[in-house]
């Protein structure tokens, strides 16, 4: 704010937008508690709060909510998680890097209170 130029990136995630598919987890398996899709939500909230905030003061903000991020996840998961994407595979941490470094570039200077889902298509469906 001091500066009059910056850039706030938060990380939300896919299920902040559209509700976890219970159908994807093993039995007894909640990997996606209801807290968790409404913190991400949240953040995705605070995140256009703070775009209209610092716009006076030259600083953007932005979402970047992945998808499921591979993490050595078995591959039982893989497979049904994968089976609900276009792409038909899970987010890589390039995949991440790659949005970010965008959204810190002067090309980016335009872009504020945006969500980019970085969710291979699955929520166009």
């Given at each position: 704010?001091?500066?009059k130029?910056?850039?706030?990136?938060?990380?939300?995630?896919?299920?902040?937008?559209?509700?976890?598919?219970?159908?994807?987890y093993?039995?007894?398996?909640?990997?996606t508690?209801?807290?968790?899709?409404?913190?991400k939500?949240?953040?995705?909230?605070?995140?256009?709060?703070?775009?209209?905030?610092?716009?006076?003061?030259?600083?953007?903000?932005?979402?970047?909510s992945?998808?499921?991020?591979?993490?050595?996840?078995?591959?039982?998961?893989?497979?049904?998680?994968?089976?609900?994407?276009?792409?038909?595979?899970?987010?890589?941490?390039?995949?991440?890097?790659?949005?970010?470094?965008?959204?810190?570039?002067?090309?980016?200077r335009?872009?504020?209170?945006?969500?980019?889902?970085?969710?291979?298509?699955?929520?166009?469906?």
């Amino acid at each position: 704010k001091k500066n009059k130029k910056g850039c706030i990136v938060n990380i939300g995630s896919i299920y902040g937008v559209v509700s976890g598919d219970m159908k994807i987890y093993d039995n007894n398996d909640r990997r996606t508690p209801e807290i968790y899709g409404a913190t991400k939500a949240a953040i995705i909230n605070l995140t256009k709060y703070f775009a209209c905030y610092m716009a006076p003061y030259n600083v953007t903000a932005n979402c970047i909510s992945p998808g499921g991020v591979f993490n050595n996840h078995n591959d039982n998961f893989v497979k049904n998680y994968s089976s609900k994407v276009p792409l038909n595979r899970m987010c890589t941490e390039e995949d991440l890097t790659s949005s970010l470094e965008y959204l810190i570039s002067p090309e980016s200077r335009y872009i504020t209170g945006q969500n980019i889902l970085v969710d291979g298509g699955l929520s166009a469906l």
